[in-house]
């Protein structure tokens, strides 16, 4: 095996870029995690939105239904 400076030289230039990749591998991982979680985020607020518009709605409803002009709950 010899470890003149050419050699040494392109080992670490291979390394160097091995380590590229893998940053950039993990980097996409992250992004691809942050897109499900941003995601997610979105999916429960529109379904906090979606069941609070169900609530008033019944709401609404039972007052009308009971002709008072307060809630039933």
């Given amino acids: 095996m ?3 400076r050419a050699s040494i030289l392109g080992d ?3 390394y160097v870029k091995d ?4 940053a ?6 992250l ?4 897109d499900d979680n941003e995601s997610s985020r ?3 607020q529109v379904q906090k939105r979606e069941h609070d518009s169900v609530s008033t709605g ?5 007052m009308k239904w009971m002709g008072l ?5």
């Fill in 19 to 22: 380590l590229q990749k893998q």
């Fill in 58 to 62: 019944l709401k609404g409803r039972c």
């Fill in 24 to 29: 950039d591998d993990l980097k996409l991982e």
């Fill in 12 to 14: 670490a230039i291979e």
């Fill in 42 to 44: 979105r999916t429960k």
């Fill in 31 to 34: 992004e691809h995690h942050s």
């Fill in 2 to 4: 010899q470890l003149d």
């Fill in 69 to 73: 002009g307060r809630s039933c709950w």
